[in-house]
């Protein structure tokens, strides 16, 4: 499969749409445990793990999206 331009802007875009509302629920997040809520250690655990790894999927979408978008204005 060969990627187009619209392509590399999709890629872009949910890589930017993750890094702004995972981003906005780690602010949420800090400011939660910061305030002292009372949570088992497993919510902020897990909570913490999907924000690190949804920051790795946008870093990979991301970086293809960059090499698919330099691609298509070479061609």
């Known amino acids: 499969m060969k990627f187009e331009r619209k392509h590399a ?3 872009l875009a949910v890589a930017a749409w993750n890094v702004f509302s995972f981003g906005n629920f780690a602010k949420n997040l800090y400011q939660a445990y910061d305030a002292g809520e009372d949570r088992a250690t497993g919510y902020w655990v897990a909570h ?5 790894v949804n920051f790795v999927i946008a ?17």
């Open 48 to 52: 913490t793990v999907l924000i690190v």
């Open 59 to 75: 870093g990979l979408l991301g970086s293809l999206g960059w090499k698919a978008l330099r691609a298509s204005k070479d061609a």
């Open 9 to 11: 802007i999709l890629l």
